[in-house]
């Protein structure tokens, strides 16, 4: 049995470049510790668009030309790139099928009894994949720690994690 640590997402454009927060710049350190502190594997997601964003549904909805692929925003923080040891998941949508099958196939090799979700951002990618997760791997613990993750707002976050509570998801670090 393994535990699996995920970190959603964080990229350059959600940390300082175009959608950056000062909530996401302030868990960049904690989200750094647990990844050097996770004893198991580590997976990352990247969200990924390309150049006509712009013209997708996700672009009408949010107008702001981000994670374009190959470009600096599209990078995965270099304290935690420093620290990546698989291939990143590359995703064009809030959630990634790819993270599910990958976790499947995993799981049948060597049974996931915990996952730990950590990233940017709570109410977007974060509860999209946890969900992912919780239904791939139904009796795994499947644990979001809410001092690792940021919201696109702070009151989004605190709904994301207050929605994931009757999914029996676990949120660590609830404040």
């Known amino acids: 049995m393994r535990h699996l640590l995920i970190v959603v997402d964080m990229q350059n454009?959600?940390?300082?470049?175009?959608?950056?927060?000062?909530?996401?710049?302030?868990?960049?350190?904690?989200?750094?510790?647990?990844?050097?502190?996770?004893?198991?594997?580590?997976?990352f997601t990247r969200d990924?668009?390309?150049e006509s964003y712009l013209n997708t549904q996700e672009g009408r909805f949010l107008p702001v030309r981000h994670c374009i692929i190959g470009t600096e925003g599209w990078q995965i923080a270099p304290e935690l790139e420093a620290l990546r040891k698989t291939p990143a998941l590359d995703k064009p949508a809030f959630g990634s099928f790819e993270l599910g099958e990958l976790l499947l196939k995993m799981h049948r090799e060597d049974p996931i009894s915990k996952v730990t979700l950590v990233g940017l951002c709570t109410d977007i990618c974060v509860i999209s994949n946890t969900l992912i997760v919780k239904a791939v791997l139904p009796e795994a613990e499947v644990h979001v720690d809410a001092a690792c993750c940021a919201g696109a707002t702070p009151q989004g976050h605190r709904i994301a994690l207050d929605a994931l509570k009757p999914c029996q998801v676990i949120i660590d670090n609830d404040l």
Do not use: M, R
Request: glycine share 8%; charged share 15%; hydrophobic share 45%.
């Open 13 to 43: 454009d959600f940390i300082s470049g175009a959608l950056g927060t000062k909530e996401a710049q302030a868990i960049l350190p904690a989200v750094v510790q647990k990844v050097k502190a996770h004893q198991g594997p580590v997976l």
């Open 48 to 50: 990924t668009h390309q």
